[in-house]
């Protein structure tokens, strides 16, 4: 019961990744509150939840208007008292095809979602946590660190992730000195219903078979990069969002962890993992043709 007796709320909790997590932290003891647009889907969790022996606070939310969100926040301080986890994972994956051809509406409000969203529910739980000098915040970023930076035809979605790394790296230096701790949660490439929604429109577009072989190229490389040859189980985005959630994740902060990485094996190395650029977004320069020539790998 690592999570016993804690508060976490967690956005994007209808469906997917979101789901998952919350029915993780009901068997780790966690008391949840709940936050998706659908109601149905709201309630189906919050009753699958309440089904684990877990107490489950449903609130539909639009995590991209700040009085919704800070309502949100609200509502789980009037049932529980206070936030000791927040988990940052509603999003969307925005327009895709040729950046040219993206809808400038469509495009903006996937930042609206997956950045502004983020920012809003940090803004809105941190005074609680400074209050208390205690929690645990995790953004989510895309189905692995190594999509973040380069599929054609889809640039909002990674764009919007990777600024949630740097969003999430210098939020980590504003706590330090604090018992709050934020980092980026890499959940693996999930068979979720947004995914498959992404995938039907993307065969729907003129661009289907080029993005197609770009997205396999970039996923089997970056799959191969850590030795894994598929798509890892949701059971492991959990895990990972367990520890990330709870004590074993000790003082890490400012960092983007990802379903691949070791993640277990982390906490006798966080002390020096927090003396370095170790799972940052960080230019890395090697010498490659004399003392004044370098490029960035």
Known sequence: ??????????TGAGRGIGRAIALAYAKEGARLALAARTHS????????????????????TDISDQTQVDAMVRHTVDRYGTVDILVNNAGVHGPLGPLQDNDVSYWMRTFQVNVFGVFLGCRAVLPMMLHQDRGKIINMTGGGVGLVSGLA????????????????????????????????????????????EMWERVAASGVSERFESTRQQAFVQFLAKFGVSAAVPMERATA??????????????????DVVDDFLNLPPRIPAIMTSDAYTLRRVEEETQGPDVHTPS
């Open 1 to 10: 019961m690592q999570l016993e007796n804690r508060v976490a709320l967690i």
């Open 240 to 257: 990972l969002a367990v520890f990330l959630a709870s004590e074993a994740s000790g003082s890490l902060s400012g960092r983007c962890i």
């Open 41 to 60: 889907e709201l309630e189906e969790t919050v009753q699958q939840a309440e089904a684990l022996g877990a107490e489950a606070l449903g609130i539909p």
């Open 153 to 196: 035809y889809r640039t909002a979605y990674p764009a919007s992730k990777a600024a949630v790394i740097r969003l999430t790296e210098d939020l980590a230096l504003e706590l330090a000195g604090t018992n709050i701790q934020v980092n980026v949660m890499g959940p693996g490439s999930q068979q979720t219903r947004l995914l498959e």
